[in-house]
């Protein structure tokens, strides 16, 4: 520790590990010592950056607040031993997009933005980012699929973005009332869903916590459901694939499972909304990462050991498909032409990536890495899934989360993201969809025609730039 670290970042470290056994009452693997080299496969970095150079970030808000407590203290860390000032903004979730597009329109603002979904559609005023990109391969391993989908644009052979890590999101239900309703281990499929959920409805008058509003959640929610049912909303290439018999039954499975088993709030929910709902023990099943446990862990001990996790859902024909929750993705404006400025932004990425464990670990593993090689103690026998450090009971609640990236898609699959991809996504296309069927506006039918040509004026557009299309040969 002492060869890497100064005293007082050793002080705090010992702090919080000490902190951390405590309130779960278990010794097991620690983060690894926190280090920053100098090369990264083919980069290099100099020992000291010149005097005044200094970077600027905005991110959101972590869901996890132990999170930004310790990364606001990594990053002055970080900076004293680069001499490099950092200024980091945290901004609400909400924000993100708002505040990146007028940056760019600008032609000036932060040095990074951390955005949580797919920046495709901001592409164009976006620096290529290949060459960290192909550092980081270099020196931690393959990128996980759910990540490099997201930053990196095939038809482009380009990267517009650096994605460190990513959110699996499990199925989460209230484990004694599926028990009760004759599901031990909750949900496995969209029939036991509305099976299920009908059972606990009409007998407790608590509902099923699945969104169709516009925010992140309802989207989410909207696409693993799609897909499990065999339903795309793009082909491999980019294309429009919505417009087919199974996507209308995913609509219309959403329009019973309304009917039958919900409430009309969820027209109206907001991200927070679905967490609220279950920790306070008004919903019996969502679809989410584990922030909102975390939560209740600390404020309804009680609902979080009644708390359940599991894969995703699988659909009629046993498919599953369930969308990662959120992705850690900055990205560098081109405004950003000081080279100085620029190396050591990317230098910060390549260091917060090395220290990984450290990402995992105080997000309260909300964050897995994008490159797993750098977070052992997350999946090795007797890791931090197995015993989980923040305190599950039982120690493994969280294993179901090991095999995630088997189970988890994400925003363009089958393809990658793209800048329609991205543009339909922040534009809630798809939860409207949900509702217009869910409210009796449309049929299912209608109302994914329509959408479908939303969707098609929204592709052409983008393909018109060259931005969407099959993958370069």
Known sequence: MKRYLSKSWVMLAALLLSAAAVAAGTEGPQPTPVHFPSKFGSMSFPAKFPAGTTITLTQWSHFVPRYDKWFDPYAQEWGKRNNVKVVVQHINLGDLVPTLAAAVAAGKGATLFEMVSPPASFIQGLQNMDEVNKAAEQAFGKQEQVCTSQTYLPIKNEWYGYCHGWVPDPGDYRVSLWKEAGYPTGPHTYADLYDGGVKIFKKTGIPVGVGMSP???????????????????????????LDSPQVVAAVAYQAKLFKDAETPEVFAWNPASNNQGFVSGQLSYIQNSISFYRTAQASAPANAVDTGFSPGLKGPTGQVHQTSHVWFIYVMPKYVTNPEEKLAAEKFLLDLTANYSWVTYESELYNFPAFPKTVPQLFEKGGWLDHDPWGSKPADKLEVLRNAAEWTAWPGWPGSANPAVSEVYNTHLLSTMMAQAARGEKTPEQAVKDTAAQIANIVAKWKKLGFVGCPVK
């Open 215 to 241: 925010e992140l959640d309802s989207e989410f929610y909207t696409r693993s459901l799609i897909w499990s049912y065999g339903g795309q909303v793009f082909d491999k290439c980019g294309d429009v694939a």
